[in-house]
């Protein structure tokens, strides 16, 4: 009998933590077909972040290490000098990412450190309780947005994509959803090519990826993927932002 389907071996029997209708599960999934795909596994090194995906570690089948608050893309260098022979990818939020870690990422983006990054999009802090975070959108409702954000008061949302892009050092940079199945496909394609490019010896990769969270947008999934495509899109457009070659 032919297989036409089967687990990637880079995920582990661990139950997912995540919340229903959360997207982090699908890219957990994404990330790791590529590496289980590329062949890398017996030397691909992951940095969890803190935030939703805290508990990343249990879920990759590969060496992963627990990063400081926003400090993933500091671990994952200092993983990559030590061996350059190690694949090395840093999986964070926006809150741990664009806000705590916005120094670690421009400066480890700017020195065209020869990592891999998944950053994940959901447009507000997830775990801490659905409070503003750098992405948040104007108008959206959180926890200390309760009126909406006002970007008179709290600034414009920051496109991490688009602001690294205009650096010299990084290598690949791209924008993907996982709002539905044509989204999720181009995704996948865009997670493997910023792994080639790290064993390319390209340079800094980062994938952004639009996430929903029904829970902080009081939601339903249906909704949160809805509102993904019809909100979220038209504020960080997808595609690649840069590529060398």
Not at 60 to 82: I, L
Request: with cysteine; net charge neutral; proline share 6%.
């Amino acid at each position: 009998m032919a297989v036409v389907y089967e687990k990637t071996k880079l995920l582990t029997d661990k139950p997912l933590h995540y919340c229903p209708g959360c997207t982090h599960g699908i890219i957990h999934r994404l990330v790791a077909e590529a590496i289980d795909e590329l062949g890398i596994q017996g030397k691909t090194i992951g940095i969890a972040p803190v935030g939703c995906a805290v508990f990343a570690y249990d879920y990759f089948n590969c060496d992963m290490m627990e990063a400081a608050h926003g400090r993933a893309p500091a671990v994952a260098t200092g993983c990559k000098r030590v061996n350059p022979n190690n694949i090395v990818f840093t999986y964070q939020g926006d809150g741990d990412l664009a806000s705590i870690g916005a120094a670690e990422i421009t400066h480890a983006a700017t020195r065209g450190e020869n990592i891999t990054v998944i950053f994940v999009n959901n447009a507000i802090y997830g775990m801490t309780g659905g409070q503003m975070a750098p992405t948040t959108l104007p108008g959206q409702v959180t926890t200390t947005s309760p009126y909406g954000r006002d970007p008179k008061l709290c600034g414009y949302p920051i496109r991490v994509s688009e602001m690294l892009a205009t650096l010299d050092g990084p290598a690949y940079i791209s924008r993907v959803s996982v709002h539905d199945v044509k989204h999720i496909m181009e995704a996948k394609k865009a997670i493997k090519k910023a792994f080639e490019m790290q064993i390319a010896g390209k340079g800094f990769s980062l994938v952004e990826v639009l996430s929903a969270c029904p829970t902080n947008w009081g939601m339903t999934p249906q909704e949160a993927l809805k509102w993904v495509e019809s909100n979220m899109i038209p504020q960080y457009p997808l595609g690649v932002k840069k590529e060398v070659e």
